[in-house]
């Protein structure tokens, strides 16, 4: 029996990257460079750790952001072992998400000696596992500036270690930020009082939204801060209609973004699927570069 395959290929022209028409690439359409948070994926590596990552790589991301740091090991595997894994996969370790917030004792002293510590081994594991960058995902909210200014100076601290191991330190907002504390915005007050030598922002879009907030303004307004993006919606990527990634998309330049990273905290469907949906919404748009890193 002979089988007669007829292949049509549509050309669209989107205005936005949140239009719900279904955009077809040929297949030999490059890929893109985007990583993959893998909390994401967070129940399904607790079970198939192996499979999971084999996953990740074959639906087409390109590196992942870990979130499971712990005593020197990444999943319970050893740094070697970890950036081993993934890189069998396809893909290369790019991030991770960790941190140690002060102590009272610590904060209202002024003494970072025994996060220092911390972060010697931190930074050591860090590096062997062959990453690029070290975020913190969140912090305690502050009661005073005063407590954030020495939140900001501790990062600074944090951002020189990671500096001389030849990576970099930044910080990854939810929505609290966006609340003030006397009388200035908590994530204005830290960019502007940490050194952009040492100190980078990891901007969750979708965040930025749900406090209010336009994240084209935050790119204009502190140029080149933003090294890496959180890409997210309220589920899938594209699902809601109310991050706006098309204006995003438009304006990475003056953030200076160098990656995006996608992160799904809840679903529409199982972790995987929803997980494939959004890289493939970034795929198909358009405005997503291939790379931001060239």
Known sequence: ????LIFSVFCLVLASCNSKVEVKYTPDGQKKDIALQLYSLRDD?????AGTIKKAGEMGYTAVEAANYDSGKFYGKT??????????????????????SLSDEALAKKD???NMQWWDEAIKAHKAAGMQYIVTPSMPTPKTLADLQ????YYNEVGKKCK??????????HSFEFNKIEDKVFYDYMIE???PEYVFFEMDVYWVVRGQNSPVDYFNKYKNRFEILHIKDNKELGQSGMVGFDAIFNNTDAAGVKHLVVEVEQYNFTPAESVQKSLEYLQKCPLVKTSYSN
């Not at 001389?164 to 907002?173: L, S």
Request: hydrophobic letters at 30%; glycine letters at 8%.
């Open 1 to 4: 029996m002979k089988k007669v």
């Open 45 to 49: 590596i607790k079970t198939d750790y």
């Open 79 to 100: 740094p070697e072992e970890f950036k081993a894994d993934i890189e069998a996969a396809g893909m290369k370790v790019l991030s991770s998400h960790t941190g140690k």
């Open 112 to 114: 970072f000696t025994e």
């Open 150 to 153: 020495t939140y900001c100076e």
């Open 164 to 173: 001389e191991a030849g990576m970099k330190f930044g910080y990854h907002n």
């Open 193 to 195: 009082n940490t050194n």
